[in-house]
């Protein structure tokens, strides 16, 4: 069993950075892959970015690549999302993801979610 939990959401101001956090705990194998997704209200969950757990491999969706980052520490067990240049846009509850291959961009890819946290980015 896998369970993931995400801290690092808040209100934030346009332009400023923030970094999300994932704690992992569980199996994971080389294989294995954690993405994080995000949900506005009334919205469908979009892929953000992925990372093989291995290390290497990352993927990220075309609206965030350049401003987004993911990032694994395998000491901590821990996967982070820096976010640069904060946009009212980004205004979302992040979810983190996890699945036992990967990394992929599409939600039903990933059997494992953590219970979101909260970023509100201000304008």
């Known amino acids: 069993q896998v369970q993931l939990v995400e801290s690092g959401g808040g209100l934030w101001q346009a332009g400023g950075s923030l970094r999300l956090s994932c704690e992992a705990s569980?199996?994971?194998?080389?294989?294995?892959?954690v993405a994080w997704f995000r949900q506005d209200p009334g919205k469908e969950r979009e892929f953000v970015a992925a990372i093989r757990w291995s290390g290497g491999s990352t993927y990220y969706a075309d609206s965030v690549k350049g401003r987004i980052t993911i990032s694994r520490d395998g000491a901590k067990n821990t996967v982070y999302l820096q976010m640069n240049s904060l946009k009212p846009e980004d205004t979302a509850v992040y979810y983190c993801?996890?699945?036992?291959?990967?990394?992929?961009?599409?939600?039903?890819?990933?059997?494992?979610w953590g219970q979101g946290t909260q970023v509100t980015v201000s304008s």
């Open positions: 569980g199996r994971f194998f080389s294989s294995s892959a």
């Open positions: 993801a996890a699945s036992e291959y990967g990394p992929y961009t599409g939600r039903s890819s990933y059997k494992y």
